[in-house]
């Protein structure tokens, strides 16, 4: 896993105007941070997947923050992206939880339908993402994607919560 930075200062109010505040513009500064720290780190890849939110935290706040981060990566790298993933129920916000509950909480809450299976299938993923905390949410959906078929998985973030 790869991130660009750690989750403070700036980063962090960055990512909240991003995901709360409605300022879907900086997905672009931060989606070319985010393809920089991937090029550099020269880990490759066929495709992007953005960690999803559920369809009810989509629906009040108009977009997905990780999507629109990931299409900013795909322009800059060249790669595709496909919207593989689903929530398949709505899970507390992580920030409020320990590790533990982290874990518990995002539990099989991904899965790829069976029309994006055919996109995952045998291809190495990259999975895109706001900020990573412990972790639980990338290897919630890592799992579902291994499980749909994909032949790797490794993900990339704005920012790391340590």
Known sequence: MEWVAPYNA????AIHALKYGGEQRLARPLGQLVAARWRRAGRGGELLVP???HRDRRRERGYDQ????????????????????????????QFALDRTERRGNVA?????PATARPAVADRWVVLVDDVVTTGATLASCAHALRAAGALAVSAVAVAHER
């Open 10 to 13: 700036l980063l962090r109010r």
């Open 51 to 53: 960690v999803p939110i």
């Open 66 to 93: 990780a999507e629109l981060v990931a299409r900013v990566v795909a322009t800059e790298l060249g790669l595709p992206v496909v919207a593989a993933l689903r929530r398949r129920r709505a899970t507390a916000r």
């Open 108 to 112: 099989h809450a991904f899965e790829v």
